[in-house]
């Protein structure tokens, strides 16, 4: 039997535990209804052996690929960034909060200045990226016979049913080991060996960035995002709500939620228009 949507014959010895595809499908179809939504993003994330505070942001987004976010709290209040897929030479338009208030930068997602404090670029922001990732790591584990699933049932928050669903991947962190070439970046590794970027940058010591490489130098390629992955996703909408992921020394390295989601709201180009007056580029 195939399940639909994923291509994967399911068999008895294709995973072990709770099969997560006829729920990731379900996902996919909701997530191809949405043109438009708002919705309030918290997120934290490990750099280093430090985790950032909690962030939250106002966050907008259209199809294709419209993003907009405001910090509303500290420690960045007031910092704002707006992407926009074929404007602005599809760069990032961005500034600081508080007092750091004083100049736009035009980067592109992928620089310096736009990763600063970021594991994700602003085009991959939002429930249809973050979805599409954990889901992703899902199949992979499926396809290598490396992952566990259980269902921890449905729990209540916030008056919401949610379907509690913990991924685990292997306790040792293997992969492949690849020698940079001269001019490679740990960018060119993510587009290659279909890995995020910052799981490459953090389980690799002594490397400080995507760029801080040098030609012949050997780099680990994980063969998985992540130890342990919990998510929460909506019984009626079935929208992931909630996502927690851990590295391979069980510390916390992401959590991202979606709260107050409201969909295909109408947003129009003033929403991602950085002389709107209610924004402050």
Known sequence: MTIYGTGIAASDNALKGYDPRPLTVESKAMLSKIN????????????????????????????????????????NKGQEALYRKGVNNNKM??????????????????????????????????????????????????????????????????????????????????????TMAKGETLWDLSKKYDQDMYVILHNNKGVDGPTDVKTGQKILVPNHYCRRAITWTDAKTKLLTKLEIYDWNNKLYEYYEFKDLKLNVGLTDKDFDPENPNYKF
Not at 156 to 170: M, S, V
């Open 93 to 178: 338009k961005a500034h600081k909060g508080g007092l750091m208030n004083v100049m736009n930068i035009n980067c592109v997602p992928e620089g310096s200045l736009a990763m600063d404090g970021q594991h994700h670029r602003i085009v991959d922001a939002g429930i249809g990226p973050t979805s599409l990732l954990v889901y992703r790591g899902m199949i992979k584990g499926i396809e290598r016979k490396e992952a566990t699933f259980v269902n921890h049932g449905n729990v209540k928050e916030n008056g919401r049913e949610l379907i509690k669903i913990e991924a685990l991947y292997p306790e040792k962190c293997e992969g492949t080991t690849h």
């Open 36 to 75: 438009d939504y708002t919705c309030i993003f918290l997120k934290q994330e490990l750099f280093g052996n430090k985790m950032s505070k909690v962030e939250t942001i106002e966050l907008k987004f259209r199809n294709p690929n419209d993003v907009y976010m405001k910090w509303i709290t500290n420690p």
